[in-house]
């Protein structure tokens, strides 16, 4: 049609076009002698070359859109060919303009296959609105995508009957799109919603190596940062960098050449900026890289050690400052409680790891919530472990305030854990702020009614403001004005948690259209909130690490289950409780768990026989029916057991341990004996009956639970013993975690109080302390301050002290108080005979330990509302009433749908109680168990790492409780009687399989 005109057309012309320009010339010779080229000034040189290559010297005039449209006018144009880019300030004005100008003149416009797209996209945007819409996941209305074809009849539409668009060469695009734009109405810039991967590495392309782009120069740079943030949802980094060294480092020397990988060392620069990580993590696209640089140096040997400086440079941390620490608060070495701590230096340590965590996170961690996944510690294991760090942090706080029994202590480390709160809100570490507030503001903590009420007011108060500011309330409000606030200060550590969060709710968006494209708007979204939480990496903390306090909190224990925060919790909040329930770290009584004390000890073996057997000798065969159980107080026993000829299992019973323990659980029915037992040594046996065992049992609680205590361990490690790949191999003597008797301090310190107080053994020292009686009972008025050492035992208080050479001596039973009243570090203790007394302690901690030891001496069993008498009752089955009241309470409960792993090989050693459905277990042999059934026992009591795998195989879902010995602990200082129930119930378990093994 051009041809046929023989008039003047313009051309519109950039240099990146060299291909068309050359196909336009050669095939088009004659025609272009009529033609006006109007180029930019920076392509002039280039287009020149071109022309130059064909003999052909047209006029250039330099200049734009606005010449183009001052020539039109002014000449006899016919046609106008736009092979130059179409760029936003075009878009803006001068193009429309330029169509307008060939609709009124009837001038044929040729455009190019990009500019045609943008031009249909802008004008185009509102078609398709209505019919064939779908829905998205919000439930708001998703516009159609509209055709080609649709947005040229939409052009013809509005009064340009006369605009005819063709393609040059050949390249019409496909009936659908690559891309979509929109202008913002806001600022009247072009911005992309959607696009393939082709065409955003097209955009790349213009942007780096042409300058061209249809985006403003902030634009451009807003482009690159959210493509490379974002390009792990779409494409591989290994993938991404071979595609562009196909595509940029070509080989050659020429100046195209030279400039082509010159731009392209500048977008790798731009990429190793925006994400280093992912370069430092990934070997196989550092070897890639590193081979493109060899390559690059060849030319451009300066920016490649440049760009090599960059990759090798230390990561994003700041540089720790010059100036000096502030002071430190070094506490002992040795901290054994966390009151020992200075609470400002807590706050410090824990931020310090927080932000070692936060830094050592990468942008791709933060991609398509990777962190929450199955694959989680894999595919984000530094966020992962950032978050599991937060968490324990909270879990380990709340623990720390339920340890203790004393409502006084209790409320003491509340008050610590707000001093810390508020030093972290004096440094600006907001993560901080949460885990304490996730803990103090916790139901576990908030339970502990009468703990709270002797904390103080101001700091409830300052509590209750840090709350406020961490609160999700209105999309986190308040910590986003804070943040405003305290954006110029020199350190500030930001809400991980909010950041995930966000990043949470915007995976509900697809990461592509239903067209396939990249979804940019959501890639838009998720880089922002990236950059805005990685913009936080700048700031510095300049405090000094103190590894005391750091090994203290890595190493303490943590109730991570939230049922047993709360169980235990509703436990501390009774009113009253046992003699028995004491600080699992700086109590006074230490409640060892499997040993028998001096009292217990003379009660079990009273009336015994003794038994002398020499070494050698046999004095039981397998078959004997033994109704006695044996305890050795000298010697070494070697007890074999054999079937069919093959040795199941061999041990050495040393001193201190129990044969044939299990009898007590047969009762009458005692079965024959499958072990024989020969004395290694000349041994001393005490023999005991079975039926005068198990009345002893029945009516000392204390004396049944360690009983049976030490009966599961035994079971335990036999049963290991004959499932071990090693049990033929003859063992050592075997070291119990259980003992008879207290330590030689204890006997020692036994002997002396006894010696003192004319007592015989049977009386039992529970414990002794150091004090000054400020009140006689005698004398009852002030007088001399006697300094001596009060006893403790069940029933009464003893005090000794030596004054000038006197010795003094008082005994007051517990069934003479009437009163007991603690003022600071005194305690005053009232009789029935109107008589008292006052004691004064060192410090007040160990006050206040004594306070809590007298009053659960006089205030006896705990009295929850149970009667305790209807189970406590000498009866040791574990009924199923008392298994769900108690011993579920605070175990934590899971439902899993079928073919879901329960556990997994090498997992913690917890006892596993299926409720409800089925499971498979992956052993030696595949296996299937209905439910009830209890999982675990060796390893609960060996401390061993599961062997086996066990997985949901229910239709619905099974349902699971996790029992964990923490919990376990503290609800048998409160119930006695359980603990001998539960460990009857272990025992009876681990008897029942071994009996299976043995037939």
Known sequence: RIRSMQNNVLILASGENEEIFKILIAEHKKLCSNMQFIVTRTQRNIINDVLDSHKFLPSLNSGGIDDAISFAKSGNVVAVLMIKPLSNEYIKNSFYSLISLCERREILLGINSPT??????????????GRGSSVTRSGR???R?????ERIEHLKSIDMEHLSVFYY???????????RYEINTENNTLELIAASLEHMLEL?????????????????ESFLNIFFITCQTFITPVELLETFIEKYQREGHSKADKRTKRKFIGLLKKWLLTDKFTFTSDRSLGRLFQDACKTLSIDHSSRVTELINVYGSISNVTAHSKKAYPQSYIPPDNIYDILMVNPIEIARQLTLIDVELFHNCSINEFLDTRWSSIDGEELAPNLTELIKNSDRVSEWMTTEILKHVSEDKMAEVISLFIKVAIEFDNINNFNGIMQVVASLDGLAVQKLKNAWAIVKDKLKIKLSELIDIVSPLSHYRNYRDQLEIRRGEPALFPLIVLTCSELTNLDVFEDTTEEGWINWEKMKLVSRKITHLFDFKKYQYHFRMVPAIRKYISEASVWANPETHYAIASLRSLKRHTSRIQSLNVGLVKDKKNQIDERLMQLLFSGTM????????????PGDVVNAIYYVRDGIVSKTTRRNDATLSKELIGPTMFICNENIIYGLETKPIYSSFIADTDVVLYRSTVISMRQLCEKETRLAEVFFRILAH???????GMISDTDTSFPVVRSHSHSIGSSSNGKKRLSKFHRIFKLGREVSLLQQCNCTMKESFKRNRRGIADVGTLFFTEDTLYFYAVTFGKKKKEQISISWITAIEKNRKDIQISLDNNKTGTFRFHDRNLTNQVFDLLNSLWTGPANDNIDQNEYDNGNWIMEEEIWDKYILQGSKKRNFAKGTNIVEVGGPPVLIHISSGKVIVNGEEEKEYDAPYTFGIKNFLRKDKYNISITSNDDISTVVYYIEESYLDVLFSYYPWLCTRFYYYLSTSLLERIERLVD
């Open 714 to 720: 035994d079971l335990a490690e036999r049963l290991y």
């Open 169 to 179: 060469p050949e390249e019409r695009p496909s009936a659908e799109l690559d891309c």
């Open 141 to 143: 209305s998703k516009r």
């Open 204 to 220: 790349i392309d213009r942007i780096s190596f042409h300058d061209k782009s249809p985006f403003s120069r902030d634009g451009n």
């Open 145 to 149: 995508i509209p055709t080609v074809e």
């Open 116 to 129: 045609c797209s943008i031009l249909l996209q802008t004008v185009g945007r509102h078609i398709g609105s």
């Open 610 to 621: 003794v038994e002398n057997i020499e070494r050698g000798e046999t004095f039981i065969k």
